[in-house]
């Protein structure tokens, strides 16, 4: 990397090269610190140089390092207001989390629910506040009936739901169409089971 920053943040372990490269070409002092992602969950990083390396695999613990030839320091952990201090820009940054929608369908059908119907404008209201240019839909199924025919009808819905949200002003290529038919249950059963919460679309806005 060219200019060196005083101090590196990791987000679960996915700014885990950057902040190795930071540490790697830099002299001066590097914080890295772990943080939960937007889902809440904790990866883990290695943070190492020429003098040594620790492992982080808690969230809001930092490491220190003073340069190549200080090994890093053990991890401390950091309170929410000094990575709030430390790390804003970083923060401010970061990307949204994913808003995630599940709509519910009647059973053998492409219909959606009634209670669904009524979160379809809050699709669109999210898709437009943020300018999405990335929107998933995907159909699912309860496990009633053949692979090949809960594959057909996941795929009806996912593409009712895409077809709804094109005739309400989102672009057809913005919309990344997928099917589970009954493969990826929400609610884990057996088959031939009805479980109405299987029975759906979920709508991932990024």
């Known amino acids: 990397m060219g200019r060196c920053s005083p101090y590196a943040f990791a987000i679960g372990s996915l700014l885990l090269l950057s902040a190795v490269m930071l540490i790697s070409g830099c002299s001066r002092k590097t914080v890295v610190v772990l943080v939960s992602d937007p889902d809440g969950k904790t990866g883990a990083v290695t943070v190492s140089n020429d ?3 620790v492992d982080i695999d808690t969230a809001d ?3 220190t390092v003073s340069g ?4 890093p320091k053990a991890p401390a952990p950091m309170t929410k207001e000094e990575i709030d201090a430390l790390f804003s820009g970083a923060l401010a940054a970061q990307p949204k989390p994913p808003v995630h929608f599940i709509l519910y369908f009647v059973m053998n059908s492409n219909e959606l629910r009634p209670e669904s119907l009524q979160s379809l404008p809050a699709i669109l209201q999210t898709i437009k506040e943020r300018d999405s240019v990335d929107v998933s839909v995907v ?4 496990t009633v009936g053949s692979d090949e025919y809960n594959y057909k009808l996941s795929s009806e819905r996912a593409e009712a739901v895409a077809t709804y949200l094109v005739g309400h002003g989102v672009e057809r290529e913005h919309i990344r169409v997928s099917s589970h038919g009954k493969r990826n249950p929400l609610i ?13 679309v979920e709508v991932i806005v990024r």
């Open 61 to 63: 613990r930092a490491t």
């Open 139 to 142: 159909g699912h199924t309860d």
């Open 51 to 53: 003098a040594g390396r």
């Open 68 to 71: 190549r030839q200080s090994a």
């Open 188 to 200: 884990p059963t057996g088959d031939n089971v009805d479980e109405p919460r299987n029975r759906r």
